[in-house]
């Protein structure tokens, strides 16, 4: 587990260095994680492998271009083909390290896996996309909706969670959705 930690540090300092708006929206996601963990009564390891998937979630954009990381607008069609690579490439970088957990290294690779099949890289759906990569989609997307970045104002606290009921039982697990609105004290 200690290599674990000191690999993750390394390669998060990288992120920080090269895009530290990635870097801080993973250390919140990270910091959400640790409240779903508790929530959901998790041991100690598989606290250690869901809040360090989700701070590691988006280490593959380490790969992607700067210049389509820090666009003021939005992606061309190749553009977002480059960034849907992301999570593939994140976990591959991952698998370079024989000590790292299948369970962090998935949350990476399927955190943008959808409920209903529509989502990316691989097209798992339902059950068959890993819990914890299930469960960093849902905190993922609720930090991004209420973050500002250059192309987007951010949503509200109530916009994004009624974005995620919403979108509960289609794009997210619907157990999940609600679990992470009762454990940070949302609105719902």
Request: hydrophobic share 40%.
């Amino acid at each position: 587990m200690q290599m674990q930690l000191v690999l993750m540090h390394n390669e998060m300092n990288h992120l920080l260095e090269r895009d530290s708006e990635t870097y801080d929206h993973s250390v919140r996601v990270a910091s959400m994680a640790k409240v779903m963990a508790y929530g959901l009564k998790l041991d100690s390891k598989q606290t250690f492998q869901l809040v360090n998937g989700c701070y590691l979630h988006d280490i593959g954009k380490l790969r992607i271009p700067l210049e389509i990381l820090n666009k003021p607008s939005g992606l061309a069609p190749h553009e977002w083909d480059l960034m849907r690579l992301h999570p593939t490439v994140g976990a591959d970088m991952l698998k370079e390290y024989d000590f790292i957990d299948q369970e962090i290294i998935d949350v990476v690779e399927f955190h943008h896996e959808r409920w209903n099949g529509d989502g990316y890289c691989a097209g798992l759906k339902g059950q068959d996309i890993p819990v914890f990569a299930r469960i960093c989609s849902i905190i993922d997307a609720f930090d991004s909706m209420i973050s500002s970045r250059t192309y987007h104002r951010g949503l509200s606290v109530n916009e994004a969670v009624d974005q995620l009921v919403l979108n509960a039982g289609t794009q997210f697990d619907k157990q999940y959705v609600h679990i992470f609105i009762q454990q940070l004290n949302l609105n719902e």
